[in-house]
């Protein structure tokens, strides 16, 4: 059988295989086949084949089964039917169908990103976002990078480097995906002291800790948890009294960090930004991509006097923001001016605060449709529930939602979820007491018909 195996010259002129070399890359095709014939033969050698696999119809199947897989996109369009809203591996935030057009625009055409039009000569693309950060924020100066991790790094780097930072024990935060308090303190070159306990930390412990060493005290939003009980923290306006009074920087890590009120939707314990500054916070950073709604980016606002010492800081030329970042960010941003704007077009924020009965209304347009569409093999009901926000924020926030409720006999919910993953748009849900369900929160429009499409394959037999 092994000598049976065609060579690769012979299958490059079957006429199927020269037109896929006119779809396909020349050099992605012998790949392709080579790798065929390595399976093949490993499994002749291992008797796990049929002389049938041998032929040429079948070799061929496998050789564009591998060529697509091969050439499909590796990252692409998912539905997100777990409720997370902020789901850092689906790519947190969306950005607003509104700034579509100016997105475009940027990426296909030139732009004024590092050139001063009005001097005609070169500019910083960190002038586009500040004006905007500061207003609305209410802080002197703001820049940009890449995460926020990469801001905390810039700014420790810049201000606290060979000093020591000072972080209540209760906040060493660890982020998912290898963001560590520590960790990112080390790789900045400053020297990590904590100070208090984990449930308590008291002024006096900044009082005792600080010393002509000390660089920053640094407050870290413990984000992704919570330490409730017997609690007690540094209120911002003491922690910043500690620091003015020698002279040492005051920096808060917001982590998400939200530009405008939620406790109107129920979301409480979340101060703005501008709380913050004005609270008289040195610096602080937090991300683009969590409660803001807009790109991945760290943003850092507060003193311009520290501010002006991170922009020179070589560091900063190694996390520098992208443009089309920059100009989804302006544009998220811009939406703010006014709430209302920022309310109804920014998905996060829409998501967030969704209210059930129109989850509820939207449930049952989507039941009805989808009856239609579906064999009553696939029964489909609406149940209550609760949606996260996500991203590392809001850990205790439950939000109440609808959940499409999706049971097929014979199929297992483990079964189900597999094969709507497996679908070619991937359908993303999830498991609770025995049921398949997708969480509405965060299904869009434009989801409806590939979850139908998705939910039609289970009924195929297992291929
Ligand atoms: C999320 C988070 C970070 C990291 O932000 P990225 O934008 O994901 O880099 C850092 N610190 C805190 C407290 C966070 O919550």
New binding site residues.
């Given amino acids: 059988m092994l000598k049976n195996i065609p060579k690769v010259d012979k299958i490059l002129n079957w006429p199927e295989i020269k037109a896929a070399c006119s779809v396909y890359p020349r050099p992605l095709v012998i790949t392709a086949i080579r790798s065929v014939l390595a399976s093949l033969r490993s499994e002749i050698i291992g008797r796990t084949i049929t002389p049938a696999s041998l032929d040429g119809s079948a070799l061929l199947g496998r050789v564009i089964a591998e060529l697509q897989s091969a050439s499909a996109p590796s990252l692409k369009r998912v539905v997100n039917g777990t409720g997370v809203v902020l789901h850092t591996n689906l790519g947190r935030s969306l950005l607003s169908e509104t700034i579509r057009d100016r997105l475009l625009e940027t990426a296909f055409g030139y732009s004024n990103l590092e050139f001063d039009l009005e001097k005609g000569e070169r500019g910083s693309r960190y002038s586009h976002v500040e004006p905007l950060l500061c207003r609305l924020t209410g802080a002197e100066a703001a820049l940009v990078v890449n ?3 990469a801001a ?1 790094l810039l700014a420790l780097s810049t201000l606290a480097k060979g000093k020591e930072v000072l972080v209540s024990r209760g906040e060493l ?1 660890e ?1 998912g995906g290898s ?1 560590r308090i520590p960790d990112i303190m080390r790789q900045s070159g400053a020297i990590l002291k904590e100070v208090g306990t984990t449930n308590r930390t008291h002024p006096a412990d900044y009082l005792e800790g600080v010393s002509t060493d000390t660089g920053m005290l640094l407050k ?2 413990t ?1 992704n948890y919570a330490v409730v009980g017997f609690t007690a923290q540094v209120m911002v306006e003491e922690l910043v009294k500690i620091g003015r009074d020698r002279a040492i920087p005051v920096m808060a ?1 917001l ?2 960090g939200n530009l405008i009120d939620l406790s109107l939707f129920g979301i409480t314990g979340e101060p703005t930004i501008r709380e913050f500054v004005d609270a008289g916070i040195d610096l602080i950073t937090f ?1 683009g ?2 409660l803001l709604g807009g790109p ?1 980016a ?1 943003i850092l606002v507060g003193r311009k006097k520290y501010l002006d010492l991170l922009k020179k800081n070589p560091l900063l030329r190694a996390l520098r923001i992208d443009k089309l970042t920059l100009v989804a960010l302006e544009e998220t941003l811009r939406l703010y001016l006014d709430e209302r704007q920022a309310l109804a077009n920014i998905p996060t924020l829409k998501m967030l605060t969704y209210d059930v009965a129109a989850l509820y209304s939207r449930g049952k347009t989507m039941l009805r449709r989808m009856r239609k569409a579906l064999p009553t093999a696939i029964v489909i009901s609406l149940k209550d529930g609760f949606s996260q926000a996500g991203g ?1 924020t809001l850990p205790l926030v439950e939000l109440p939602t609808k959940l499409l409720s999706v049971a097929v006999t014979g199929i297992s919910p483990d079964e189900m979820e597999k094969r709507m993953r497996n679908f070619k748009v991937p359908v993303l849900g999830r498991i609770r007491q025995d049921a398949y369900l997708l969480d509405l929160r965060t299904v869009l429009d434009q989801d409806i018909p590939v979850i139908i499409a998705a939910l039609l394959t289970l009924k195929l037999p297992i291929q």
């Fill in positions: 995460n926020n991790a905390v935060v982020i963001f870290v939003h984000s890590d982590g998400s991300s991509d969590k991945q760290g590392g």
